[in-house]
């Protein structure tokens, strides 16, 4: 018979899952993880690169550097790969990014460094099998904007769905973005009455990150909006008033 206890994981990074930088050809830039461990008991850790991508149907994407033609891994170095924690101990691991000289395509170039617990599978003296440890593995982005003035997003609606969560009428809208340049846009719906073109009412989403060649999925509460069919227009904005928009007939349902 075999025994299996779930320990929680214990480790948790304090400075964010998202970094940021505008680079130029040639230049260091320097960046650093802040990680704690919250536990009772030592934890190690190990770092490393990988590559990484999204689409709007929930499906991510980690895999080995050099998958993705846009990828920074080359790009970074850490100080180290493995970090042990003692119990509540805090601790930071740096990393350097250097932009090699002759990049010539302005844009977005990313990868993700995944903190990893690094956890034994023991034999258990007790009891005949093994202790198996839950893992919560962390993918912390290192996105570096080249010539970022050169480049922009390009967002394009890829989807449009009505589906009931939690008891609520939730839109669910498919951004891509088929630009160079990641943005972090926000979704906006105008609904309209489509027989007197009276405004209903305006709905948003929380603003997301998107990737150049990927897709999100907005969520957008429209619950108080009433049963009937309606003109709407659908914006994208992203942080620097990049506006993106298209006209949909919406049909909201009883069910």
């Known amino acids: 018979m075999l025994q299996f206890s779930f320990l929680k994981a214990s480790i948790v990074v304090l400075n964010g899952l998202s970094h940021t930088y505008k680079v130029e050809n040639g230049k260091v830039y320097k960046g650093k993880i802040a990680l704690e461990n919250t536990g009772k008991q030592p934890q190690s850790v190990k770092l490393f690169l990988q590559d990484y991508s999204y689409k709007a149907d929930g499906t991510i994407y980690y895999t080995a550097p050099h998958t993705n033609e846009k990828t920074n891994a080359d790009w970074i170095k850490m100080n180290t790969n493995l970090v042990t924690l003692k119990a509540k101990e805090k601790t930071e691991v740096y990393y350097e990014i250097t932009v090699p000289d002759k990049i010539s395509d302005p844009g977005s170039y990313w990868s993700v460094i ?132 298209l006209n949909v007939e919406l049909e909201v349902k009883n069910d």
């Not at 990927?214 to 506006?243: C, G, M, R, W």
């Open 114 to 245: 995944i903190v990893e617990p690094v956890e034994d599978i023991k034999p258990n003296d007790s009891k005949q099998g093994v202790n198996i440890t839950s893992i919560i593995r962390y993918a912390i982005q290192v996105i570096t904007d080249l010539d970022s003035d050169k480049a922009k997003p390009d967002l394009k609606f890829e989807g449009i769905k009505i589906e009931k969560e939690d008891g609520r009428q939730i839109l669910k809208v498919a951004i891509a973005n088929k630009g160079n340049l990641y943005c972090k846009p926000t979704a906006v719906i105008e609904i309209y009455n489509k027989k007197n073109g009276q405004k209903i009412g305006n709905f948003s989403s929380q603003a997301m990150g998107l990737l150049p060649q990927t897709s999100k999925s907005f969520h957008i509460d429209i619950d108080k909006t009433p049963p009937d069919q309606y003109n709407a227009v659908l914006i994208a904005t992203d942080e620097d008033e990049n506006a993106f928009a």
